[in-house]
């Protein structure tokens, strides 16, 4: 179930016209639902947008295909409110609703694992973006990830650390909620297995509105390179100027937020010449760039891995479903499972066991606001 380039490029072009395709679907009646949870409130919201942007991107182009078995296909979306609770009343609500086949969860690995236990018990398919390790290897078959996990991202920042920039002295900065803890405990393990341990792993807490501890904590350490896990970039905006105010400008690699587009807004010139780890990166393949192309030219802004995801997902899981021929969720599952050397956005998907269908990341540079790409990284162990 290989995805051509071309298959990819008719679709993004197709997707320009997402809001009347959409439109049009639901008044049909005869849909294929898909069920997205997605900040629509909250500190996140302006990032659900994004991810709306490209689940509805992808969706235009599968219904301008011919839809799934046949038909157009639908999204019904609910907002997680960019909070555990908030996502838990979301995916109730719609897995209340019999007829969604599979859904669409959070880029925020503690907002995955609040719900899935609810995933587990309904037994549907759903699509994460979170990059806690720990999500595929729970025993809850149900979750498929489009984007590498941290176990990768961390060895990528470490690498590319030690051995391209020669820096050995790292600071960690990471948040204490689970994709931060996760983030901060795999780039620790690679910095020793690279004879480089940490001189400071210092946590913080979500929304914090002072950093001013952490960083003095990070410029007393002596480090000579820093590596984070931000979960939220309006943290991460406020902990970079505050970390420059502060004079500290040694080597920043961070974990996917530090490259976003919400970050490079927020923080301007203190995150300039930083580097980061991306799973979207434009210019890694022809399909980044046909995607990044589309998205531009629909919304008139650049996308992220905020869009990249699902985008992916919503494609994935359509050829999926289209080649079980059932919207039975075991044959979906299973058809999920079969997926290799498939193009997408983030880059090729080759799904193990497990629900992982990515095992690698970009490195880009932020030059002066501009998202450079450098190289990719690809672990197949």
């Known amino acids: 179930m290989k995805l051509t380039r071309r298959d990819f490029a008719a679709g993004m072009v197709a997707g320009i016209a997402a809001p009347h395709i959409i439109t049009s679907a639901r008044a049909q009646g005869a849909t294929i639902k898909i069920g997205m949870c997605v900040p629509a409130t909250g500190p996140a919201a302006e990032q659900g947008l994004w991810a709306q942007n490209g689940a509805k991107l992808a969706l235009a182009a599968v219904n301008k295909a011919g839809g799934v078995l046949g038909k157009q ?19 109730s609500k719609l897995a209340a609703q019999n007829d969604i086949v599979a859904f669409l969860g959070s880029i925020r690995s503690t ?7 609810d995933v587990l018990k309904l037994g549907k398919p759903v699509m994460i973006g979170g990059t806690d ?19 990768y991202s961390g060895r990528v920042i470490a690498d ?35 004879g480089t341990p940490a001189v400071l792993d210092q946590g913080y807490a979500n929304q914090s509105q002072d950093f001013t501890p952490v960083v003095l904590a990070v410029k007393q350490s002596g480090a000579d390179v820093l590596g984070t896990y931000f979960t939220f970039e309006n943290d991460l905006g406020i902990f970079a100027r505050q970390l420059r105010q502060l004079g ?25 010449g930083t580097y980061g780890v991306a799973d979207y990166a434009e210019e890694s393949s022809d399909a980044s760039k046909t995607f990044g192309k589309a998205y531009r030219d629909a919304y008139k802004t650049a996308p992220d891995n905020q869009s990249a995801w699902p985008y992916d997902a919503v494609t994935i899981l359509s050829a999926a479903i289209n080649k079980a021929g059932s919207t039975d969720p075991g044959k979906i599952r299973e058809a999920l499972l079969a997926i290799k050397k498939t193009a997408g956005a983030e880059g090729e998907y080759n799904f193990d066991q497990n629900g992982d269908g990515l095992h690698g990341y970009n490195v880009v540079k932020n030059d002066k606001g501009t998202i450079v790409y450098d190289k990719h990284i690809d672990f197949n162990d």
């Open 160 to 194: 590319y650390g030690v051995n391209t920039l020669g820096k050995k002295k790292w600071a960690i900065v990471h948040s204490t909620d689970a994709f931060g803890t996760a983030g901060g405990k795999a780039l620790a393990s690679a910095l020793e297995k690279l």
């Open 111 to 117: 907002q995955v694992h609040a719900m899935a236990p």
């Open 133 to 151: 390790p720990a999500l595929t290897h729970m025993g809850n078959q149900w979750l498929f990830r489009f984007r590498p996990n941290d176990s």
């Open 73 to 91: 296909v639908e999204l019904v979306i609910e907002d997680d409110q960019t909070t555990n609770p908030g996502i838990v009343l979301a995916f």
């Open 248 to 272: 500290v400008n040694i080597p920043w690699v961070g974990s996917p937020s530090v490259v976003a587009v919400s970050s490079t807004k927020l923080a301007g010139p203190a995150l300039f």
